[in-house]
């Protein structure tokens, strides 16, 4: 009862997806909580439908979102103040906090699988969905941020099914992650 609005934003230009939740406190929260932009958000989200399954509902109940800012905070009325919290995936606060400094050999798409569930670099359980790519691949990762060596590995990519597609893209859904060409987002 106490939320007003959420608001997720994707865009296949970023990385990871972001968002923003707004409550209405009669209860102080920003105080008796306290919340102070380290807390997890527990967030499942469904419209009514006759038969739900895992592509038509967002769940981060299994893995949380991290709350990182007290956007805006203003008096409704004289018992209620309005707050809007922003929140993100965990993924990007461990990128922020973990430098990749090591040699891969692959094909590009399982070098991002890789870096993804490394417990050491992203530690990611978020389903990963990749097109195919067809070069292999020696890279030397020279103490970069995990995301960063993913976007550099996105600009040398082939892709299998589409052979005139030069590049991938790297971006972050309700569904999970993603690793495509643009021609296979197109098609």
Do not use: W
Not at 34 to 39: K, N, R
Not at 57 to 70: E, F, N, R
Not at 104 to 132: A, C, M, W
Not at 137 to 162: E, Q, W
């Amino acid at each position: 009862q106490l939320v007003e609005g959420i608001t997720i934003y994707e865009n296949i230009f970023d990385e990871t997806i972001s968002g923003s939740i707004s409550l209405k406190d009669t209860t102080n929260i920003l105080q008796n909580g306290p919340i102070v932009g380290q807390e997890k958000l527990f967030l499942k989200l469904a419209t009514p439908q006759s038969s739900p399954n895992e592509d038509t509902i967002i769940d981060y109940t299994k893995t949380p979102l991290d709350i990182y800012k007290i956007n805006m905070q203003y008096g409704v009325n004289e018992s209620a103040t309005m707050i809007s919290l922003d929140f993100t995936t965990p993924e990007i606060h461990r990128n922020s906090i973990s430098r990749i400094s090591q040699s891969y050999r692959g094909q590009p798409h399982e070098i991002v699988r890789k870096i993804l569930r490394d417990p050491n670099y992203l530690n990611s359980t978020t389903r990963f969905f990749y097109e195919e790519t067809s070069n292999l691949m020696k890279m030397v990762v020279p103490n970069i941020k995990p995301l960063d060596a993913i976007m550099n590995l996105s600009i040398r990519s082939n892709s299998k099914k589409f052979s005139q597609s030069p590049t991938y893209i790297f971006y972050e859904t309700t569904k999970g992650f993603h690793f495509r060409s643009i021609d296979g987002l197109c098609s």
